[in-house]
């Protein structure tokens, strides 16, 4: 069956830091691949996609995701966090009969000044 | 009004209440979507339909009632719930069921006394 590991429950960055969010998916086929973001109180946001071609992809607000196959992994990354990226980040990937989304259990991140 | 919104954003009801979450999509999709958001769970999806059709029921229990009476509108009636429905239900809505970008609304957070 279809799904997504994120191993961080709780990461917390230095504003300026870079930032790497983990996201392991088990799929048979060529996965398509997701990452949004959820504001406190608000729903998610698309925050970059991957459905073939390039394995790394650029979304918004300076995000950028690199898909690799051989580790069955789609890692998120930011240069430099703001404190505005506060949030919970959420990794899905296609999957089931209807080519439904499966959510990981989602990694919240803090922004310490 | 943009995007996917939803009423009411916040909801309290006692476990004999019967009342009804309600989405609507500015976005000119076909496809919608009802998730189950709660603490410390991934997000579950609940319902799919495509072209005011059902075409998935996450094995949802009964006191759960979904229509959708055109393409634009979603409805989640609720009857009889318990506190563990305690919740944000999210609303998405995409192009078709097999493009699965999907656009969420910002919820209804649910509170089952």
């Known amino acids: 069956a279809q799904s997504v590991t994120q191993p961080d429950i709780h990461i917390t960055v230095s504003e300026g830091a870079s930032l790497e969010l983990r996201c392991n998916y088990s799929?048979?086929?060529?996965?398509?691949l997701f990452w949004y973001v959820q504001s406190p109180g608000q729903g998610l946001q698309l925050l970059l996609k991957?459905?073939?071609?390039?394995?790394l992809v650029q979304g918004i607000k300076g995000f950028e995701a690199e898909f690799k196959r051989s580790q069955s992994s789609f890692n998120l990354r930011k240069p430099s966090v703001h404190w505005s990226d506060a949030a919970e980040y959420f990794c899905a990937v296609r999957g089931g009969s209807q080519g439904n989304l499966i959510f990981g259990k989602g990694t919240k991140l803090s922004v310490k000044p | 009004e943009t995007g996917v919104t939803q009423t009411p954003r916040h909801l309290v009801m006692g476990m004999t209440n019967k009342k009804s979450l309600k989405c609507e999509q500015h976005l000119g999709h076909n496809a919608m979507y009802w998730y189950k958001q709660s603490a410390k769970k991934p997000l579950e999806l609940m319902f799919v339909?495509?072209?005011?059709?059902?075409?998935e029921n996450n094995s949802v229990p009964s006191r759960f009632s979904p229509e959708c009476p055109n393409s634009s509108h979603l409805f989640l009636h609720l009857h009889t719930l318990q506190p563990e429905d305690s919740a944000l239900y999210l609303c998405a809505s995409s192009q078709a069921v097999s493009l699965n970008e999907q656009f969420f609304g910002p919820g209804t957070r649910l509170t089952v006394l």
């Open positions: 339909y495509n072209f005011k059709e059902q075409t």
């Open positions: 991957y459905f073939s071609g390039d394995t």
């Open positions: 799929y048979g086929a060529t996965p398509y």
